[in-house]
């Protein structure tokens, strides 16, 4: 389903109502969350509304992606701005907080590492946002559609817009994911888009099938959902719901 808000505000709020729907009913609450600006406001309305005696301690995170080759504390690391927008915001158990490390020497090892824990830890809530390529994770336009975590090349979009995260120029060429297929099996998933900058993109995903693009990999399910703001979605009017 698409829902369409007419702020990111409304947006938001509706996000952090969902995290804190899944944190209260499942028994051993699984989060899996992307990095970067389009969540930020969503992490602070659900850290505003925690009860820190409540469930927040027994909440799982694990990691979607990280930046091969950039350590976990540097400013613009996947973790670091997790870390500054919720993880130092709540009352987490850092224990059970399980992160890729793109610092590695054997990144299959990591891989293997992450997906055992998925196993035994199933995701119950998944909250993504969408590169301007289109892009899950750090799933990439023209990659596979891969069933377990990875290693992939980054495109040249993802390397330019991922400098913003940055403080001075940082060597991104490889990635380090989930696979969409980890994605999709969450037992409930967000897909969130919001501004004006991604409209183009959002024409896409929606609009031409043959863009295979890894967003479009996540259409078509009951348990995903589309939150977009009416920003992101002014060239979609006729799919709003």
């Not at 820190?52 to 930046?67: F, H, M, N, T």
């Not at 997790?82 to 054997?106: H, K, M, W």
């Not at 863009?211 to 009416?230: R, S, T, Y």
């Amino acid at each position: 389903m698409i829902r369409v808000f007419e702020t990111e505000a409304e947006l938001a709020q509706a996000i952090a109502d969902e995290m804190q729907h899944d944190l209260a009913n499942e028994e051993h609450p699984v989060f899996c969350l992307a990095s970067g600006s389009t969540p930020q406001k969503s992490y602070r309305k659900f850290a505003d509304a925690i009860d820190p005696a409540g469930k927040i301690k027994s909440l799982r995170i694990v990691s979607l992606d990280e930046w091969v080759g950039i350590d976990r504390s540097s400013e613009g690391s996947c973790y670091q701005m997790l870390n500054e927008d919720l993880f130092s915001q709540v009352p987490l158990d850092g224990a059970l907080i399980e992160f890729f490390d793109g610092t590695q020497d054997d990144l299959q090892a990591e891989c293997a590492r992450i997906d055992r824990y998925i196993e035994q830890h199933p995701i119950t809530f998944s909250l993504m946002g969408v590169g301007m390529n289109g892009h899950i994770g750090l799933n990439e336009p023209g990659c596979p559609v891969l069933d377990a975590s990875s290693v992939v090349e980054l495109s040249e979009t993802t390397r330019v817009v991922g400098q913003k995260y940055f403080n001075e120029a940082a060597k991104l060429e490889r990635g380090i994911t989930l696979g969409l297929g980890q994605v999709i099996r969450s037992k409930r998933v967000i897909v969130a888009i919001t501004g004006e900058r991604k409209a183009e993109i959002v024409r896409e995903i929606f609009g031409n099938p043959q863009a295979k693009l890894p967003a479009q990999e996540l259409l078509g399910f009951e348990h995903i959902d589309f939150f977009l703001d009416a920003e992101a979605a002014k060239h979609m009017d006729g799919n709003k719901k």
